[in-house]
């Protein structure tokens, strides 16, 4: 018997959030650091999460954990700091708590695409505007929808996913300004990137800051936090559901909290990589590479199909085919920086692809 008409046509006509399996593959496809933890701190964080009472319920305050969020992020004080299971958890909780049929989402596209995805799902109408073909935002085509379409909610991912590019802060502040509804500002690159929003959050009372753990190596523990007024929070809050971070979460990110030396230097690791990377591809007069300021590259190439496809099946290298997300991504692959080891290994298989 088919039952699918007990779903609605929303989620009917959607597909699931694709997840390619990388299994005995280089990885470079989903933005993860490459980086396990040496044994020593596998063995310190075991004995750690082997103290945890897991017959016991979380604590839904969490505060231990926000207090050393605060301190090592310098998160600005007179702000209350929400968690998540991921910060798509939190991108969806906005959501929640501000949906009312006939309410519009906004943001550049291509972007986070979970942005349209929950924003449909909660009925919610989701209006894209282009970037340009440079990957810029038409800053007048921005605001203008601002006004035609008052959102309740506007997405900014600073830097953006996909196209690893900050947006203008000037014209940030201008979105903040005129937007009648909440302005989202998703950091999760922002270990990354040269600038973030926080001094946003003391001049805008409409601002709210989301990012993540996931791109600064703990990918797997599913932490998101997010800063905004203590009065937003409060209603958002009231969406969240009260266990949402268990207790392993806690207590392998508090730990990892206390090593943020460690994540650091990874990250300084990534970012050089990534420079020699950036470095040897716009050398090459077969492929341009895009300025970015995240831990991946978009790398555009005559038929990004092929390339994708060798990598994978040829080199057993697992990278992100853009091609056909969007016009502007055409031939475009989005390319996370590894080890130096698997980066050499991206090399050749480019050189050898790309030859014949
Ligand atoms: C990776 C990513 C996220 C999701 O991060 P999680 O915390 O792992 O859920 C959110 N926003 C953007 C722009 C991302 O690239």
Redesign the pocket.
């Known amino acids: 018997m088919n039952l699918n008409h007990l779903f609605t046509d929303k989620v009917q006509s959607m597909q699931a959030y694709p997840v390619a399996s990388g299994g005995g593959m280089i990885k470079l496809d989903a ?1 993860e650091s490459p980086y396990t933890l040496p044994e020593e701190m596998r063995q310190a964080l075991g004995t750690v999460l082997s103290m945890i009472n897991i017959n016991r319920y979380p604590n839904p305050n969490s505060s231990s954990l926000i207090a050393l969020l605060r301190k090592q992020f310098n998160l600005p004080q007179g702000f209350d700091v929400m968690l998540g299971n ?3 958890e939190l ?1 969806q909780l906005v959501l929640l708590a501000t949906m009312r049929p006939n309410s519009t989402v906004l943001s550049p596209a291509p972007s ?1 695409v979970l942005y349209e995805q929950y924003a449909e799902v909660c009925g919610m109408r989701y209006v894209g505007v282009d970037l340009n073909a440079d990957f810029s935002l038409d800053e007048a085509a921005f605001l203008a929808a601002l006004q035609r379409e008052q959102p309740a909610v506007t997405f900014l ?1 600073y830097p953006n ?1 996909p196209t690893g590019m900050l947006l203008n802060k000037d014209f940030v502040k201008t979105v903040c300004e005129q937007a009648a509804g909440l302005v989202v500002i ?1 950091e ?2 922002t270990a990354y990137a040269d600038d973030n929003a926080l001094d946003l959050l003391t001049q805008y009372d409409n601002v709210i800051v989301i990012r ?1 753990l ?2 600064i190596g703990l ?1 797997g523990i ?1 932490l ?1 936090y997010m800063v905004g007024r203590p009065e937003l929070l409060e209603q958002i809050n009231k969406v969240r559901m009260p266990y949402n971070i268990n207790l392993l979460t806690k207590g392998a990110a508090r730990f990892m909290l206390e090593q943020m030396p460690y994540l650091n230097e990874q990250v300084e690791k990534i970012l050089k990589e990534k420079v020699a990377l950036y470095d040897w591809l716009a050398a090459r007069s077969d492929v341009t590479v895009y300025p970015s300021q995240t831990n991946f590259l978009l790398l555009r190439c005559a038929d990004s199909t092929e390339v994708f496809t060798k990598l994978r099946d040829e080199h057993r290298i697992l990278v992100k085919n853009l091609h056909g997300v969007h016009p502007v991504l055409d031939n475009v692959l989005r390319i996370t920086v590894g080890k130096a080891e698997e980066n050499a290994k991206l090399r050749e298989a480019l050189v050898a692809i790309l030859a014949v």
Request: aromatic content about 12%; proline content about 0%; cysteine-free.
């Open positions: 933005m991921g910060s798509d991108i986070f991912a996913n998703d999760a690159y993540t996931s791109k990918a599913r998101g």
